[in-house]
Nanobody, 126 residues
Framework: QRQLVESGGGLVQAGDSLRLSCSASGRTLSAYTVAWFRQAPGKEREFVAAVKRSGETYYADSVKDRFTISRDNSKNTVFLQMHSLKPEDTAVYYC????????????????????WGQGTQVTVSS
């Protein structure tokens, strides 16, 4: 059974850091574009960051310079390191995989991703 599993969420204070992990069974993440999206209560899902198979990374403006997406191919895991967390970062964070090539201009389009994890809650208190 192929699945994605996110972990690492939690309750933190503003200014703290967290590292989210996305691990996979049944597929090798290094072969795909992997992205993080998030959804806050009452809001639409939004793109956070992505890493292509080539290693190119992409970030939403709201998290640039605070979040870093990376891969550990030996662990078949993609990480999202989050620093200087803000209350507005509070959301459920999902990892997603695009199994075919995706153009850079479309990398933020969640509808194009094929597989999703169940999400992990990140709550940042002020």
């Amino acid at each position: 059974q192929r699945q994605l599993v996110e972990s690492g969420g939690g309750l933190v204070q503003a200014g703290d850091s967290l590292r989210l992990s996305c691990s996979a069974s049944g597929r090798t993440l290094s072969a795909y574009t992997v992205a993080w999206f998030r959804q806050a209560p009452g809001k639409e899902r939004e793109f956070v960051a992505a890493v292509k198979r080539s290693g190119e990374t992409y970030y939403a403006d709201s998290v640039k310079d605070r979040f870093t997406i990376s891969r550990d191919n030996s662990k078949n895991t993609v990480f999202l390191q989050m620093h200087s967390l803000k209350p507005e970062d509070t959301a459920v964070y999902y990892c997603a995989v695009k199994s075919l090539l995706i153009a850079s201009a479309q990398i933020m389009a969640g509808r194009l991703y094929d597989y999703w994890g169940q999400g992990t809650q990140v709550t940042v208190s002020s």
